[in-house]
T-cell receptor
C-alpha cells in the first residue's frame, strides 16, 4: 500500500539555521510527491511538488528532491525565518489512487529569533 | 479570490445532535474531499466526490455522510455526533489534474461533549 513517514517533531531552530525535515514513502506505481505547509489557524497550502525521479521542487527558499533510490523527499531550507514557523506535511499521490492523497503525520517547526 | 470556504470555523455540540458543516468552492473543481486532522495521525480522508452525485468513502467514513448536489458545494453531515468525532476538519478541492494538488479550506474545529 501507500504511506508516508515523516520525522517526528517538534523541531525548534534559531533564525537563519539550516532546516531538514525527513520524509520517506512507500508506494505502488510511480508517485508524485508534495510538501504542504499549515500556518497556525489556517488550512494546508501547497508548498512544492515533484512528479518524477530526480525532480527538484522549490518555492519560497524551500527545496526537496525526489529520490527514487532511497524513496525519500526531504524538505530543506538554507536559512529559516520566524515566519516559517508552521506544520509541514509530506504527501503523495499515485495514478492508480487518483482520488486520494496520502499524508504524513506532519512536523511542527518553531523558529525562534 | 479562488478559495474553499468552510463554515462554521468553530463548533461545540452535544452527543447525538445532528450537525452539518458546509463547504463551498469557487474554482469549478471536480474533486472535493473531507479530511479530519488528529494529533499524531495526520490527515485522514473521510469522503470524497469526483463530481456531482458521485461520492465515495475514504479511510474513516463511519459516522459521517456527504452529498454533492451541486458542483460547488460538498457538505459534511454528522447524523449523531459522538465525542470521538471531536477533531479538526478540512474540506479540499482540486481539478482533474491531480498534480495541481488540493486547495484546502481554513478548517472547522468541532468539539462533541
Amino acid at each position: 500500500g501507500n504511506s508516508v513517514t515523516q520525522m517526528e517533531g517538534p523541531v525548534t531552530l534559531s533564525e537563519e539555521a539550516f532546516l531538514t525535515i525527513n520524509c520517506t514513502y512507500t508506494a505502488t506505481g510511480y508517485p508524485s510527491l508534495f510538501w504542504y505547509v499549515q500556518y497556525p489557524g489556517e488550512g494546508l497550502q501547497l508548498l512544492l511538488k515533484a512528479t518524477k525521479a530526480d525532480d527538484k521542487g522549490s518555492n519560497k527558499g524551500f527545496e526537496a528532491t525526489y529520490r527514487k533510490e532511497t524513496t525519500s523527499f526531504h524538505l530543506e531550507k538554507g536559512s529559516v525565518q520566524v515566519s516559517d514557523s508552521a506544520v509541514y506535511f509530506c504527501a503523495l499521490i499515485t495514478p492508480n489512487t487518483g482520488n486520494q492523497f496520502y499524508f504524513g503525520t506532519g512536523t511542527s517547526l518553531t523558529v525562534i529569533p | 479570490e479562488a478559495q474553499v470556504t468552510q463554515n462554521p470555523r468553530y463548533l461545540i455540540t452535544v452527543t447525538g445532535k445532528k450537525l452539518t458543516v458546509t463547504c463551498s468552492q469557487n474554482m469549478n473543481h471536480e474533486y472535493m474531499s473531507w479530511y479530519r486532522q488528529d494529533p499524531g495521525l495526520g490527515l485522514r480522508q473521510i469522503y470524497y466526490s469526483m463530481n456531482v452525485e458521485v461520492t465515495d468513502k475514504g479511510d474513516v467514513p463511519e459516522g459521517y455522510k456527504v452529498s454533492r448536489k451541486e458542483k460547488r458545494n460538498f457538505p459534511l453531515i454528522l447524523e449523531s455526533p459522538s465525542p470521538n468525532q471531536t477533531s479538526l476538519y478540512f474540506c479540499a478541492s482540486r481539478t482533474w489534474d491531480l498534480l495541481g494538488g488540493y486547495t484546502f479550506g481554513s478548517g472547522t474545529r468541532l468539539t462533541v461533549v
